[in-house]
């Protein structure tokens, strides 16, 4: 295309934003929403397909046997190490520790699915995600009504570092180990017998210095401790118990070791490897695998061994009560529970969280991960216990962030602190900290039984401006309330993360300048009140518009400033008056000069995804209301588009169907003039025609496709509108043509 042509086609076109509907998915497998789910296994599932990922990269796995009870798959909520690590925002679920939501198949309830990881900076992840061995925590019951209540953890996988060389794993069967950034595999299914040999493989054992590491490998014969040793001159270094000494020049090894005499079926064996005794200053590390198959047996334990305290629990299910439901800052919660019994043996240890992991220890002596606040072990005869749990006491001194004032859940956890423990998770009753108040947010609703006629309690739904006004005649003065927006489909949108008390007049009022809302939807109020919350106050039906009123001009719009939301305080009772309109900043020239001289180095935290013709740039440095200033460069042309704001997921969207160039690179810049990054979109062969010349960085359209989001299926602005300078005018809606649709979301 001309740059003529070009340029005609960016006069015309439309520069609006857009948000997705539907709740955020890792990913899913195709089946009906609802009906008989036949599970493909007995028991859940999740199976790893790579154990090796860079930071930042993408990790694959699937499962099986994830079925609702009654209602299709299950909705699977996936965590990082028992949810250490946070997303810096609300994106894919109010509780940011939820990394990744999978829909299971509604006929067999198996996923196949996948999740970038963070990227070891402080932008993508709370706190910064370290490289080394790491693993997913799957959980099911709180995000589809009815759902069965399921905790579940994946093998480790290793984060090494971007640019890294991973070989590939080993096509014999084996077991995969990961530990400080290292991964061995270990040949599982080994001969019985005399004189046979097993194999072994790794990488990551590199030496902080540079080089490879030495690592000791032994072999253990018992689950007591008991090794197998080496005799006369074939000890190693003065220890009989080291079976070989393995050393490696860039961190990968490959090696093939005699095995014991006498092997038997079914016996008890495992490897451990170490390094960091054999080199000064080598990295310390020691892993070893699980029971590997002898013979074609695997190890089965005895469970009738005298050394294991006979555990019977005084109630059939796990339970846990509160002495108390209102308790001050730094006070001690008292907790007693029953049921919780360790099948290998004694009573379970349960981990406690506040909240599901809300808040978090200031350093690691508990545990590793710090949102395990505190770790109780149960009676070794009958599974109960009586403790008293200290809270934080309200300030950043003491938890990470401060404990706010309100109401409060605990939940306990067993399964992943003791070896051969049943998976359990279990919520307790609510309790109050100080004076109450709602945390948290209310589970989702099933709209199509939840949201009835009959439940709609008299609510209305008036929007004047960019201020939503919603009024609940029913329900008394004060009342906490929680308001979503649910839109055709009936995935729930979370606009406003934070409770209100229903003001004078049974009146919430609340802007709508950076809620990102268009279309027909349904504004849900739910109760905050004790022993009500969730319950469904009203809803009533809403047409929600553009923020540029009829009769406005591109300009007009233009001095509107991009604000954050904002809604009543939660202890006011009426709404303060909107900030007075600023003009925006002066728009900032173009940071390159031509499409050829685009920077592979300045990509920054700016990533895009196309998908149905709407085309996602994601700032992440940005923060919600920003304003940020976007350009266009094609190999002809370079035009500014104009002003955006930035939503609540630090994104802003574009419609530029009638660009018709193959290829082209967006750039952000913030309200100062610098540059944020910029963004390769591969749109398609213009006219079919053969692409243009590009750079290297974007002739790969797989690269540039990181950002996935959800099925488009509602769609409308966010908190502002791209505003045309120059030569490009605000017009009607186009969308920017795709080629190419991604099968995975993540965020």
């Known amino acids: 295309m001309t740059g003529t042509r070009l340029s005609r086609a960016l006069l015309a076109a439309a520069a609006t934003l857009a948000l997705t509907a539907g709740v955020v998915t890792v990913g899913s497998a195709p089946g009906a929403a609802a009906g008989t789910c036949t599970p493909s296994s007995a028991e859940p599932t999740v199976t790893l397909t790579n154990h090796t990922v860079a930071l930042g990269g993408v990790l694959r796995f699937t499962g099986t046997g994830w079925c609702h009870p009654s209602d299709g798959g299950s909705r699977v909520a996936v965590k990082l190490d028992l949810g250490a690590y946070s997303h810096l925002d609300t994106s894919v679920h109010t509780n940011r520790s939820v990394w990744a939501i999978v829909d299971a198949s509604a006929t067999d309830g198996t996923f196949t699915a996948q999740l970038t990881l963070p990227d070891g900076t402080a932008g993508t992840s709370t706190p910064v995600f370290p490289l080394g061995a790491h693993s997913l925590q799957l959980l099911s019951g709180s995000l589809k009504s009815g759902d069965t209540v399921r905790t579940l953890a994946s093998a480790p ?9 991973v070989p590939d794993e080993p096509s014999w069967p084996h077991a995969t180990v990961s530990t400080a950034g290292a991964t061995a595999w270990v040949a599982d299914d080994l001969p019985a017998g005399d004189g046979q040999t097993m194999r072994i493989a790794g990488h990551g054992w590199t030496h902080p210095a540079g080089g490879g590491s030495t690592i000791a490998i032994k072999l253990n014969r018992d689950p007591d401790g ?36 006498g092997l038997t079926a079914g016996q008890y064996l495992t490897v451990s490897l170490a390094s960091g005794k054999f080199a000064s200053g080598d990295t310390q590390r020691t892993v070893t695998t699980a029971p590997l198959t002898v013979g074609g047996q ?13 555990c019977t629990p005084t109630e059939t299910s796990p339970n846990v009560r509160l002495a108390t439901t ?20 004694g009573g379970s ?20 991960n710090r949102t395990i606040w505190a770790i109780i072990d149960a009676a070794d005869t009958d599974g109960t216990f009586d403790v008293d749990l200290r809270l934080p006491d309200g300030t950043r001194a003491t938890s990470d962030p401060a404990l706010p004032r309100g109401e409060h859940t605990l939940r306990l956890l ?60 029913e329900t008394a003065i004060g009342t906490w309330t929680f308001v979503s927006v ?61 923020t540029v009123q009829a009769g406005e001009t591109s300009s007009d719009a233009g001095n509107r400033t991009p604000t954050a939301p904002t809604a009543i305080p939660g202890d006011a009772i009426s709404a303060p008056s909107a ?15 031509a499409f050829a001289d685009l920077d592979p180095a300045d990509h920054g935290s700016v990533t895009s995804n196309v998908e149905d013709g709407v085309l996602t740039v994601r700032i992440g440095v940005a923060e919600p209301g920003d304003p940020v200033y976007l350009h266009v460069y094609a190999p002809d042309l370079l035009a500014p588009v104009g002003w955006a704001t930035v939503d609540g997921r630090r994104r802003v969207r574009l419609d530029l169907r009638a660009v018709g160039a193959a290829y082209v690179g967006v750039t952000v810049q913030s309200a100062a003039g610098r540059l944020l990054g910029w963004t390769p979109v591969a749109l398609g062969p213009a006219d079919d025609s053969e692409p243009d010349a590009v750079p290297s960085t974007i002739e790969e359209p797989a690269q540039i496709v990181t950002v996935p989001v959800a099925s488009p299926s509602w769609l409308g602005p966010t908190d502002g509108l791209l505003l045309a300078t120059g030569a490009l005018v605000l017009a009607a809606a186009s969308l920017l043509t795709s080629r190419r649709r991604p099968a995975v979301h993540h965020s």
């Open 414 to 473: 067993s399964g992943t602190l003791a070896p051969g423990d049943t998976v359990r998770t279990l919520e307790s009753e609510p309790f109050v900290v100080g004076r109450y108040r709602p945390n948290g947010t209310p589970d989702p609703l099933d709209a199509s039984r939840d949201l009835r006629s009959g439940n709609r309690h008299g609510a209305t739904a008036r929007i004047t401006g960019d201020r939503l006004r919603v009024r609940l005649p």
């Open 326 to 345: 209102s308790v001050a800052f730094g006070g001690v919660v008292r907790l007693t529970g029953s049921g919780w019994c360790n099948p290998a043996g």
């Open 157 to 165: 996988f290793t984060v090494v570092e971007p640019g890294a060389v």
């Open 349 to 368: 240890r349960i981990g406690v969280k506040i909240d599901d992991g809300s808040y978090s220890h200031l350093d690691d002596t508990l545990h590793a």
């Open 486 to 546: 649910y839109s055709p489909d009936g995935s729930p949108r979370y606009p406003w993360t934070r409770w209100f008390r229903l003001g004078d007049g049974h009146l919430v009022e609340l802007s709508l300048r950076s809620a990102g809302l268009t279309g027909r939807g349904r504004v849900v109020v739910q109760s905050g009140e004790p022993g009500h919350v969730g319950e469904v106050l009203g809803w009533a039906r809403a047409q929600f518009g553009t």
């Open 579 to 593: 900030p007075a309109p600023q003009a925006l900043p002066t728009a900032p020239g173009p940071p390159y000069a």
């Open 226 to 261: 008991a090794q197998y040793v080496r005799t006369g001159a074939a000890v190693i270094e003065g220890d009989a118990t080291i079976w070989a000494l393995v050393r490696s020049t860039d961190g990968t090894f490959e090696t093939t070791l005699d095995l014991p005499a």
């Open 298 to 310: 695997p190890w089965v334990a005895d469970d009738g061994g005298d050394d294991d305290p006979t």
